[in-house]
């Protein structure tokens, strides 16, 4: 939860980029919004329609109707995600046209009109499959040996789910989705590494009911990530533990051979919840020589960590969601998604994340499912 300032500061440059990107668009397009034939009115009616939703998802979301969020939500983040797609294209194009212009090239006034429609069309084809792939989860596989695992344990297969964000967009059909999934993989043990909701759940006992009845024989196991405490961290685990999921929050379990280590997330550091003090006294558990994995939202390594887990398993970063934004994310978050051999004989894996935040769309960052399968180093020999 963030402080009031910080709040403020972070809802006042929202709105301030978001008011920014919507005069982009309305300025390339003032010919044809001055007008007053009925094309032209029908048009604004529709802008002003789109700009609002985003507030009124919100509005919603904080009211509890996640009926009204969901078709709000759909359309607001839709909007969002075209708004962003313009702009890199259209922006993309003018930088061309600029540098022509001062190397002495003058386009054709029929230039700007053409650049327009292609920047709509391109925008518009993206936008769809936007929608198509962050509705098409991949199932990413990591298969490690290692000589900590037991001999009677053999192989030990987890499931890591990261940053599903069960919302008014994402309900049921979500959880559905991921119970296949698992039926057919059929995991030992499920992980989830935070971000497994946001406010106003549509259908929220049923989303509930489908997650509990996954099964994974030796376990559902979770940890909470920034949404958790962004939604309320007491309602977000009293959820997640309805879910069938045991919490792992500064704490950690040995179960089937191997360590589960589990921090909150470290946007719970200003209510205390986090500490690398905290995150030091769990990884004591990997003292026992077990093949320890290590539940951690956000891919931060911290100093001192490396070295007392073998294997980290991160999310938060959503590979970025919808490319370029992923270039931005990763001047945040190095570690953008895959795996990285972080030395002094720990890994980690991050997650691109199973579901979305904000806008239902992702462009060249495939949702995923992670199976990671532990194999004694013995087998085979």
Not at 54 to 76: N, R, Y
Not at 156 to 164: E, G, H, R
Not at 231 to 255: D, H, P, Y
């Amino acid at each position: 939860m963030r402080s009031p300032l910080s709040f403020f500061i972070f809802i006042s440059i929202v709105i301030i980029i978001y008011s920014l990107m919507n005069y982009y668009f309305i300025r390339k397009h003032r010919n044809i919004l001055t007008g007053r034939s009925l094309p032209s009115i029908l048009l604004r009616l529709f802008l002003v329609t789109v700009i609002i939703t985003p507030v009124a998802t919100v509005f919603f979301s904080q009211k509890g109707e996640p009926l009204w969020a969901a078709v709000t939500g759909f359309t607001g983040y839709g909007w969002l995600a075209f708004l962003f797609l313009f702009l890199v294209i259209h922006g993309m194009a003018d930088i061309i046209l600029y540098i022509t212009e001062k190397a002495g090239f003058i386009p054709p006034g029929y230039m700007a009109r053409e650049v327009l429609a292609g920047t709509l069309i391109i925008s518009i084809s993206v936008l769809a499959y936007g929608f198509y792939e962050a509705d098409t989860p991949r199932i990413e596989r990591l298969v490690i040996e290692t000589e900590k695992l037991p001999a009677e344990a053999k192989t030990l297969k987890i499931m890591q789910l990261s940053d599903i964000h069960f919302s008014p967009l994402i309900s049921v059909e979500k959880a559905e989705a991921i119970k296949k999934i698992a039926e057919r993989e059929m995991p030992d043990i499920i992980v989830s590494t935070g971000d497994f909701l946001d406010r106003s759940i549509r259908n929220s006992d049923e989303v509930a009911a489908v997650m509990r009845s996954i099964n994974a024989p030796e376990g559902k196991y979770a940890i909470t990530g920034n949404h958790e405490f962004i939604t309320g961290v007491e309602e977000s685990v009293q959820f997640i533990e309805k879910s069938g999921f045991i919490m792992l929050r500064n704490r950690a379990v040995t179960v089937a051979g191997i360590n589960l280590a589990g921090v909150d997330d470290y946007s719970g550091r200003r209510l205390g919840y986090y500490s690398e003090a905290e995150e030091s006294r769990v990884l004591t558990v990997s003292e026992n020589g077990l093949y320890t994995v290590f539940l951690k939202h956000q891919p931060r390594i911290t100093r001192g960590s490396t070295g007392r887990f073998d294997l980290q398993l991160s999310g938060h970063t959503h590979g970025g969601q919808i490319f370029p934004f992923t270039l931005l994310v990763k001047l945040s978050f190095p570690y953008l998604c895959g795996e990285y051999d972080l030395g002094r004989g720990s890994r980690l894996y991050v997650s691109r994340g199973t579901g979305t935040w904000g806008p239902p769309v992702r462009f060249i960052a495939t949702p995923e499912v992670t199976v990671i399968e532990i194999k004694g180093s013995f087998i085979g020999k």
